[in-house]
């Protein structure tokens, strides 16, 4: 199948639902381009899952190049959304393009900005203008999460709901070509979903949006950490490994692990 870029996704309201999932390293991202999953997200979230950071918090520039890169090596073919880390984007509009920049040359096709305060809408509008999509988040934005005071749902009062309506409405105007939802009522997400002529996709955010996004190791069952109750576990890859793991060390123990066959010999003269 042929990759998809911003427009193709924007086409893709109202005819077809649109996958996403997480991918940080370059034999993840080769399996991923082996599948039917429309697009890639290089998530901040590597600095949770990947580098076992409380939050996304400590997130660098250079260490999202680090995973985007790895990705692009391991699928060219799929679209790849990179998340902009925190301070990435807030102190100057300079910066934010420079950064921006930075990821879509790494091989990022599109960059994601979570929140929609000062001076979110302007960045958004500069960066679309000059070429590079952008992604709104809203909801549950993780790099608010000292504002939060932790991982909750967002949007549970009317005025909560309002504000995300209204900031998802300004940035599709100011060029966003999708907005992602994060851990918000699903009334809230279907309104939005409604409202809006680009396409929304969710996480936690419920049914009755335009696609779904996971991160690798939720979806997988490799994280063998408490997972939010949105999450869908489609395998048990975290008892695969553990089991794999103790096998291997029982047989380096009970001498059967290497065999004769996986041991290199001497070449008969
Ligand atoms: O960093 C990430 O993985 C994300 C998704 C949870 C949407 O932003
Ligand atoms: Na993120």
Redesign the pocket.
């Known amino acids: 199948d042929k990759k998809l870029y911003a427009p193709d996704i924007i086409k893709l309201k109202g005819v077809r639902k649109f996958s996403m999932v997480?991918a940080y390293d370059y034999t993840s991202a080769l399996l991923v381009s082996m599948s039917d999953i429309d697009i890639i997200?290089v998530?901040?979230?590597?600095g949770m899952v990947m580098l076992g950071h409380e939050n996304?918090l400590n997130v660098t520039v250079d260490e999202m190049l680090i995973f985007l890169k790895a990705v692009k090596k391991g699928a060219p073919n799929k679209m790849i959304v990179a998340?902009m880390p925190f301070l990435s984007y807030q102190i100057d509009i300079k910066d934010a393009i420079e950064n921006a920049g930075k990821l879509i040359k790494a091989g990022a096709d599109a960059v994601?900005i979570?929140g929609f305060e000062f001076p979110i809408p302007e960045i958004t509008k500069r960066l679309s203008s000059m070429g590079i999509p952008v992604m709104s988040?809203l909801g549950l934005t993780?790099q608010h999460v000292l504002k939060f005071g932790g991982f909750k749902v967002q949007g549970n009062t009317k005025e909560d709901a309002d504000k995300i309506i209204g900031a998802s409405k300004e940035l599709e105007e100011q060029g966003a070509f999708c907005v992602?939802l994060?851990a918000v009522p699903e009334e809230i997400s279907e309104m939005v979903t409604k409202e809006l002529q680009i396409p929304t996709i969710g996480?936690g955010a419920g049914r009755f949006v335009d696609g779904q996004?996971?991160?690798w190791q939720d979806l997988l069952g490799i994280n063998p950490n408490r997972v939010p109750k949105f999450v869908r576990k489609y395998a048990n890859i975290k008892d695969i490994i553990i089991d794999s793991l103790n096998r291997y060390h029982l047989d380096i123990l009970n001498s059967t692990f290497p065999s004769y066959e996986e041991a290199h010999h001497l070449k008969r003269v």
């Open positions: 997480t997200l998530g901040d979230s590597l996304t998340d994601k979570e988040h993780p992602l994060e996480i996004v996971l991160v």
